[in-house]
């Protein structure tokens, strides 16, 4: 049987969109908050299939260097975590970072989930 979980879905005729996402990021020269989201816009259940402790991962750059990179450095609990999203919800992580030098900054977050890789967002910002 094939996972279609990527797909989008027709019931009664009309065509429903998949799982979408959200990243919003509000610069600051003394903390930058951001907020990441994947919504469940459809009329059915989903869920999120995590290998390990770690359900998300980014990367920030500035100036095209690796400023951070969310797992780097880290160790995630082994064990299969299922996150379900009823239709009309959403799941959402937040954080943020302190002390950004002022430049322009680029930003790829996406969830650890595989089979869900349309998820992942990018953003620009600036901190002056």
């Known amino acids: 049987m094939a996972d279609d979980r990527n797909l989008s879905k027709e019931t009664d005729g009309a065509l429903l969109s998949s799982l979408t996402s959200e990243l919003e990021v509000k610069p600051h020269k003394d903390?930058?908050?951001?907020?990441?989201?994947?919504?469940?816009?459809?009329?059915?259940?989903?869920?999120?299939?995590?290998?390990?402790?770690?359900?998300?991962?980014?990367?920030?750059?500035?100036?095209?260097?690796?400023?951070?990179?969310?797992?780097?450095?880290?160790?995630?609990?082994q064990q299969i975590i299922f996150r379900n999203i009823a239709p009309g919800d959403s799941l959402s992580w937040s954080g943020e970072w302190c002390n950004l030098s002022p430049g322009k900054y680029a930003l790829t977050f996406w969830v650890t989930d595989l089979n869900w890789s349309s998820l992942t967002k990018h953003t620009f910002f600036e901190i002056h």
Not at 52 to 73: F, H, N, T
């Open 31 to 77: 903390c930058t908050p951001w907020t990441y989201q994947v919504l469940n816009n459809t009329k059915q259940h989903y869920s999120l299939i995590f290998r390990s402790g770690q359900q998300y991962d980014y990367v920030l750059m500035k100036d095209d260097k690796l400023i951070e990179k969310y797992s780097d450095g880290k160790m995630f609990t």
